[in-house]
């Protein structure tokens, strides 16, 4: 091990965020990170727990197809044993019939949860259509423009790790000592 390498640092500094590929690693490491954190783009993998329906949603949708929402957080928190608090109770996902529904008017939401409980029927409706990328959440950022097929997560890590390689190699001959 060399002195400098990520495992003599502490803490560790991960980007997250819109990174779906080697060049967004590459930018990463060139900004002084010590590695990245790629969500989008590995849940749209053989490997992941997702339903094929929530992938596929992945794969057909563009940044603009992407919403930061508390919506889906406050429908999942409300039968949740362990609820996710604020301020980290937003997250990305598919811009969809429930986002556009209630996104404007999350108090409203949050009124109608704290009158009704898991039992309400907003609630229960919600839950009838889990895994219907239409109406339930799928989780994703602006990285999933990036995301053109369900792959193994094994083939991702290799083409992910090329494209980082051939990005900073190019970038290599800008540069003279």
């Not at 390498?5 to 930018?27: F, K």
């Not at 794969?59 to 992407?66: I, M, P, Q």
């Not at 423009?145 to 792959?151: H, K, N, R, T, Y």
Request: glycine share 10%.
């Amino acid at each position: 091990q060399k002195a400098g390498t990520p495992s003599d640092q502490c803490p560790l500094v991960l980007a997250a965020g819109g990174i779906s590929d080697g060049r967004g690693v590459a930018a990463a490491l060139s900004l002084g990170c010590d590695g990245v954190s790629m969500g989008t783009r590995f849940f749209a993998s053989h490997q992941s727990i997702g339903r094929s329906e929530q992938k596929q949603a992945i794969v057909d949708a563009n940044a603009d197809s992407a919403i930061r929402t508390r919506v889906f957080d406050l429908l999942n928190n409300a039968s949740s044993a362990n609820p996710w608090p604020p301020p980290y109770d937003s997250a990305g996902a598919l811009h969809n019939e429930t986002s556009r529904a209630w996104h404007n008017r999350p108090e409203a939401l949050e009124q109608i949860i704290q009158a009704h409980g898991s039992d309400g029927e907003v609630i229960q409706g919600y839950k009838q259509h889990s895994g219907n990328p239409s109406v339930t959440a799928v989780w994703m950022g602006q990285g999933v423009s990036d995301v053109l097929g369900i792959d193994d997560a094994d083939a991702i890590v290799r083409r992910v790790n090329d494209e980082a390689c051939e990005a900073i190699e190019r970038v290599r001959g800008f540069v003279t000592q």
